[in-house]
């Protein structure tokens, strides 16, 4: 799971907000800008919530990397005998049906499985479920030494530094679109607000489809949580299609950019709001997507294309743009709209 960089903390001694770069910060060599005591539960918290979504999101991204790496189409592989509670010796079985060239010796040496065959043979290998393989995979990490100082070339950034960085970033961007003619939207950020789904306006935008294919709503005590846990300030009116439906299909796909020289960008669906964080670091560390922000809607390209809420310029607290990142091309980010809501007003229904 990728965090912030740097990451907000209150110091759990003397309650001073500030913020620490990453790296040190979760090997407890960060010290509180104000008492200057070592940090140590932030960066425990930290630690444990990435080996949590790392185990959650382990089986399906074997699954999906397997299938990659030896050109399996999951349609030949049964969906319901696939799962965490699989077997890998049940796993290569069911490839093997589908690709009779595939042996257990090249799943058995698979890269996801380098962690775990650090620790067992080959015949405990198989005999393990995805589930196991996953918690294998991610071990918990030894505390460090109690006695450990932190390092003094560590500096937390002041909370009214970072939002001075932040304001000189917005000004520049602003003055940047005012030459090149591009507008500038000079919206107040608002605090995450809840609208009842049933009057709002948006109802419409979700593809219609049987109501037991539709994704949940989720509850506004799940979007405050889930937001809590991100780390970044979501646009209004994201959040109030999330009360609608958790992500799913839209009615509308289709962006179309340049009138004289129009160029097309097609989105599939949106993420679940819930699965973002772990949809989000999986492909940062299994494909290499850069680090920008919150990867929000897939695009017809397995993988190969994203759209993101990009926090390059405004930081977490602020108003993202929408890009389009395009990894087969070195992973370009072309800006959809400089907001969300001129995103969704973008869309065009796809007649092909």
């Known amino acids: 799971m990728q965090f912030i960089d740097p990451f907000p903390v209150k110091c759990e001694f003397c309650q001073h907000l500030a913020y620490y770069p990453l790296t040190p ?49 999951l349609d030949l592989v049964c969906e319901d005998e696939l799962n965490q509670d699989t077997t890998l010796s049940a796993f290569i079985k069911l490839f093997q049906q589908a690709k009779l060239s595939i042996s257990p010796h090249d799943i058995l040496n698979f890269d996801m499985l380098d962690t775990a065959r650090s620790t067992c043979g080959d015949e405990q290998l198989l005999a393990l479920t995805l589930k196991e393989l996953a918690l294998i995979s991610h071990p918990e990490e030894p505390l460090p030494d109690a006695n450990s100082l932190a390092d003094p070339n560590v500096k937390g950034i ?33 605090d995450v607000e809840m609208n009842d789904p049933v009057t709002n306006k948006r109802a419409a935008f979700w593809e219609k489809v049987p109501n037991e294919e539709k994704n949940k709503p989720l509850t506004e005590e799940d979007i405050q949580n889930t937001v809590r846990n991100l780390g970044y300030k979501l646009p209004t009116l994201y959040i109030q299609l999330m009360t609608i439906q958790n992500g799913g299909y839209p009615q509308n796909t289709l962006i179309q950019l340049d009138n004289e020289k129009p160029t097309n960008y097609s989105i599939s669906k949106f993420i679940e709001l819930d699965s973002i964080e772990a949809e989000g670091e999986y492909m940062r560390n299994e494909w290499g997507y850069p680090d920008i922000g919150l990867y929000i809607c897939d695009c ?43 995103f969704i007003n973008q869309l065009e229904y796809d007649e092909d």
């Open 25 to 73: 910060l979760k090997a407890e060599k960060a010290a509180c800008t104000a008492c200057k005591k070592v940090l140590r539960q932030t960066p425990r918290n930290l630690r444990s919530s990435s080996r949590k979504h790392g185990i959650q999101v382990w089986p399906s991204a074997f699954i999906f990397e397997a299938m990659m790496k030896f050109d399996v189409d």
């Open 158 to 190: 002041e909370t009214y530094e970072l939002k001075a960085k932040h304001e000189k970033r917005r000004i520049a961007r602003q003055a940047q679109d005012t030459l090149t003619g591009r507008t500038f939207y000079e919206s107040p950020l608002v």
């Open 300 to 342: 017809p390209s397995a993988g190969h294309h994203l759209v993101a809420l990009d926090y390059t310029d405004c930081g977490p607290e602020g108003e993202p743009t929408v890009v389009h990142v395009d990894q087969e091309n070195d992973f370009k980010k072309t800006i959809l709209a400089t907001n969300f809501e001129q």
